[in-house]
């Protein structure tokens, strides 16, 4: 019988201090984070220097948050003496658990550290039962499954075993299996995804060329291995059903405000949950969408992999859809000259409240690759419109997004400030 967990923990990134701060202030049950110079699946991440480990663990544990630290890399054989040695110094600074990928690592960490807190990374590619009852047998407490499991697959998992089971739940999405892509190794020497050096070619625009030697793809659709965003904030209620233990939000590449942003967001979620209520999915989305995201989707959980899941057209941020461009009026008495456009004024319409200083991409649906991003020059209500100031000519019914909040970023910037006073 499937146990079901009231309240999943949720489990926040930290890629350097400030975003640890930030997933704390956040509302983090628990960080997990790499440290410098150790093996870790993000070492192009600032990190956590061992030197500033011990007080962060402790501030953390003084918050109620635990504290996880990432050596899930697959470690070479003259490494493995030194990793252990890594391990003793991590836990000995306070950390409360280790991810692990490799198996050897995982084993020589449960001999000379018969006491420690193992889980099982994602890179190490568990999505079966079975998978799961031999990571329990090697000593693990927590498995991370594979992002790609459907809610009843995973369901059907904690079923069948005692151990806790950990899932991404936001963030961005690898298009292959998890800790099963050679991609960025084949493409970019040395750059191995299992070493933490991705380099990330799944982002990347390819052409599709057909034998002829025709481009078959419209340039709109240039980016065919780029997924959408994970999002489950709308579905905290069923991982919870489905005997969930930890919700993971994905993240050690990103700012203390993204962190800051999702962590909250989620804890609102989860708090509404532990208090009998229905989270509001859609006004929580509608605030992730104002940090970092490349649409958010929730395809893998619902077991779907279409179209659905893919971003063909962009790699970055897509911000909120706050309204459209009604028109654009060129500046009098201006005459462009040397190759300068015709500026002037446009005027938005919104359907969505902003704040002066937000920054609002401008983007229409005929001219995918090319847009502008212009400020705010005012707080703006829902309903109502504004003139904003352009170098160039805007096309009428432009879509107009939030990429960047102010509000967020404030929030985030205070919180974080609050915290550093308490080290």
């Known amino acids: 019988m499937t146990r079901e967990h009231d309240i999943p923990e949720l489990l926040a990134p930290a890629g350097d201090r400030a975003a640890f701060l930030a997933a704390i202030a956040g509302g983090a049950d628990a960080i997990y984070c790499g440290v410098t110079g150790t093996l870790n699946a993000r070492r192009r991440a600032g990190g956590i220097s061992f030197d500033e480990l011990a007080s962060l663990c402790s501030l953390a ?19 493995l003496a030194g990793a252990v040695d890594d391990a003793v110094r991590v836990l000995d600074a ?13 084993v020589e960490v449960r001999r000379r550290l018969p006491g420690a807190e193992i889980h099982v990374s994602t890179q190490a590619n568990v999505h ?33 075993t005692s151990l ?17 892509c050679m991609l960025s190794s084949f493409l970019r020497e040395g750059r191995s995804p299992n070493r933490g050096m991705c380099a990330q070619p799944c982002r990347l625009p390819f052409d ?22 994970n999002c489950v904030v709308g579905d905290v209620r069923a991982l919870a059903r489905a005997g969930v ?76 859809l706050v309204g459209h461009v009604l028109g654009f009026e060129p500046e009098p008495g201006f005459v462009p ?22 920054s609002l991409e401008l983007r229409h649906a005929s001219e995918p690759t090319r847009f502008l991003v212009v400020v705010a020059p005012r707080a703006v209500a829902a309903g109502e419109r504004v003139v904003v100031r352009v170098p160039r000519a805007v096309p009428s019914g432009a879509d107009v997004r939030v990429t960047r909040s102010v509000e967020l970023v404030c929030e985030a910037a205070e919180a974080v400030s609050r915290l550093e006073r308490e080290l």
């Open 61 to 79: 544990h003084a918050h109620d948050a635990r504290v996880y630290v990432t050596m899930n890399v697959v470690v070479a054989q003259d490494e």
């Open 94 to 106: 306070g950390a409360d658990a280790l991810i692990i990928q490799d198996w050897g690592f995982l």
């Open 128 to 160: 079966d039962a079975r998978g799961v009852s031999l990571c329990e047998e090697l000593g693990a407490s927590r498995v991370t499954l594979s992002r790609e499991l459907p809610l009843e697959e995973i369901a059907a998992i904690a079923g069948r």
């Open 164 to 180: 806790e089971l950990e899932v991404f739940s936001h963030g961005a999405i690898c298009p292959s299996y998890s800790g099963a």
């Open 208 to 229: 599709l060329v057909g034998e002829e030697g025709v481009r078959l793809q419209p340039a709109e659709r240039e980016r065919a291995l780029c997924t959408r965003d």
């Open 245 to 320: 233990a930890s919700l993971k939000l994905e993240g050690r590449m990103k700012p203390s405000p993204y962190v800051y942003a999702v962590t909250s967001a989620y804890r609102v979620a989860l708090d509404a949950l532990a208090a009998g209520g229905q989270p509001n999915g859609e006004a929580l989305r509608r605030r992730l969408k104002r940090s970092f995201n490349r649409g958010l989707v929730d395809c893998y959980l619902l077991g779907e992999s279409g179209n659905g899941l893919m971003s063909y057209e962009r790699s970055g941020n897509r911000g909120e």
């Open 337 to 358: 000259r040397d190759g300068q456009q015709l500026r002037g004024t446009i005027e938005l319409e919104l359907d969505a409240p902003v704040d002066a200083g937000d």
